[in-house]
């Protein structure tokens, strides 16, 4: 199975800072279509996952431009530039690449 | 608007079993791979099992094969999650996700989760 390793999975940030949160994973997440399946996803106190990003860099629709994704191969960033009260919660990355199972990050707890 | 609303969640005994059910709406079921995700109370996110947009395949988690059977009635845009012989472990959330399409990618919607409790 593809492992999936966050960190770091705590991040105390102050609002309006910048807050960065890696994801590793033990094989590449390049897929034989070319693609490359990671996905971010939000999790905010008592509500369900939302995915914010897919294939690496795509922001879902209603995502704040302040969330961009990058990464390649088996190491990738979800950066969070001027953070809102809002942002606090879990996030968690995903790969889709190798399958099944399909394996998610521990989490990392972004507080204000 | 998209809508999944799952249910079924509730208190089993050990080895007994239990039947979650998500109700989709808004969008064109049939054309979409289908999966639940867990989350154990307090920890992470969990893959439990995904199912073709026809049922013809079906996809575990190690943890539960041979003993949970997702399913998939496209007629009624129903998504099921048949648990027997559920375990302590399996305690948890269980999130109905609408899961893949080539357009829209992997998990793009989540359901509000029904929580499911193994104990005596």
């Known amino acids: 199975d593809v492992v999936v390793t966050q960190s770091p999975l705590s991040l105390p940030v102050t609002l309006g800072q910048s807050a960065s949160i890696s994801c590793r994973s033990s094989?590449?997440?390049?897929?034989?279509?070319?693609?490359?399946?990671l996905n971010w996803f939000q999790q905010r106190p008592g509500q369900s996952p939302r995915r914010l990003m897919y294939k690496v860099s795509n922001r879902d629709s209603g995502v704040p431009d302040r969330f961009s994704g990058s990464g390649s191969g088996t190491d990738f960033t979800l950066k969070i530039s001027r953070v809102e009260a809002e942002d606090v919660g879990v996030y968690y990355c995903m790969q889709a690449a190798h399958w099944p199972p399909y394996t998610f990050g521990q989490g990392t707890k972004l507080e204000i | 608007e998209v809508q999944l609303v799952e249910s079924g969640g509730g208190l089993v005994q050990p080895g007994g079993s239990l039947r979650l059910s998500c109700a989709a709406s808004g969008f064109s079921f049939s054309s979409y791979w289908m999966s639940w995700v867990r989350q154990a109370p307090g920890k992470g996110l969990e893959w439990v099992a995904s199912i073709r947009e026809d049922g013809s395949d079906k996809y575990y988690v190690e943890s539960v094969k041979g003993r949970f059977t997702i399913s998939r009635d496209n007629a009624k845009n129903s998504l099921y999650l048949q648990m027997n012989s559920p375990r302590a472990e399996d305690t948890a959330v269980y999130y109905c996700a609408r899961w893949y399409s080539d357009r829209s990618g992997y998990g793009d919607y989540w359901g509000q989760g029904t929580l499911v409790t193994v104990s005596s």
């Open positions: 094989q590449s997440l390049v897929f034989s279509d070319g693609n490359t399946y």
